[in-house]
């Protein structure tokens, strides 16, 4: 048995076969009256691992912070890309949109954002921006008859969607109402 003075702490170190030593720290009893053992052993796996899970975690929080922080960014960038994307294509199909417009639907379309459509049968359509219910069958006057719907299934530009119904109009009047729904 050994003996270590620390100031009011002293250690007894002794063999022991379960952890190969041990040590006993005693309040040096002329200081105090009070006393505490603990192992080596138990006293430093504790210390060294609360330490370590302490610092692993921490790491970890913080690397998870970091990813949250990331997929935001990311999102973002993926968000603008998708609005940029969209934006593009409304520009583009805006663009092929008046160049298939007669000198009097461009005229038209620039002023009121719609377009006069007349067909072989004689019938007058107003095609207004958007992508549903926004062909207007109109009578000689101008007073709309009834609204007709009918678009591609999936999401393409208002402006492409308002070519392809002038082009079924002025070329296929009589499928373009036959899928058409009514309001």
Same mark, same amino acid.
């Given at each position: 048995?050994?003996?270590?003075?620390?100031?009011?702490?002293?250690?007894?170190?002794? =063999?022991?076969? /379960?952890?190969?030593?041990?040590?006993?720290?005693?309040?040096?009893?002329?200081?105090?009256?009070?006393?505490?053992?603990?192992?080596?052993?138990?006293?430093?796996?504790?210390?060294?691992?609360?330490?370590?899970?302490?610092?692993?975690?921490?790491?970890?929080?913080?690397?998870?912070?970091?990813?949250? +922080?990331?997929?935001?960014?990311? *999102?973002?960038?993926?968000?603008?890309?998708? =609005?940029?994307?969209?934006?593009?294509?409304?520009? +583009? /199909?805006?663009?092929?949109?008046?160049?298939?417009?007669?000198?009097? =639907?461009?005229?038209?379309?620039?002023?009121?954002?719609?377009?006069?459509?007349?067909?072989?049968?004689?019938?007058?359509?107003?095609?207004?921006?958007?992508?549903?219910?926004?062909?207007?069958?109109? *009578?000689?006057?101008?007073?709309?008859?009834?609204?007709?719907? /009918?678009?591609?299934?999936?999401?393409?530009?208002?402006? *492409?969607?308002?070519?392809?119904?002038?082009?079924?109009?002025?070329?296929?009047?009589?499928?373009?109402? =036959?899928?058409?729904?009514?309001?």
């Amino acid at each position: 048995m050994v003996y270590c003075d620390t100031g009011n702490w002293i250690s007894t170190s002794y =063999q022991n076969s /379960a952890t190969n030593s041990t040590d006993t720290w005693k309040w040096n009893e002329e200081s105090s009256s009070a006393t505490a053992t603990a192992t080596t052993y138990d006293t430093w796996y504790t210390w060294v691992n609360q330490y370590e899970e302490s610092a692993i975690e921490k790491m970890l929080k913080k690397g998870r912070e970091y990813k949250q +922080k990331i997929n935001r960014m990311v *999102d973002a960038v993926n968000s603008y890309k998708i =609005q940029r994307a969209k934006e593009l294509a409304e520009e +583009k /199909a805006l663009k092929l949109l008046k160049e298939n417009l007669t000198k009097e =639907q461009l005229e038209r379309f620039e002023k009121d954002e719609c377009i006069p459509v007349d067909t072989a049968k004689g019938n007058k359509y107003l095609i207004k921006k958007g992508r549903t219910g926004n062909v207007h069958m109109i *009578d000689k006057d101008g007073n709309t008859i009834h609204q007709l719907c /009918a678009h591609p299934r999936s999401y393409i530009p208002d402006f *492409d969607t308002m070519l392809a119904q002038k082009f079924y109009l002025e070329y296929f009047e009589d499928e373009f109402l =036959q899928i058409a729904n009514r309001h």
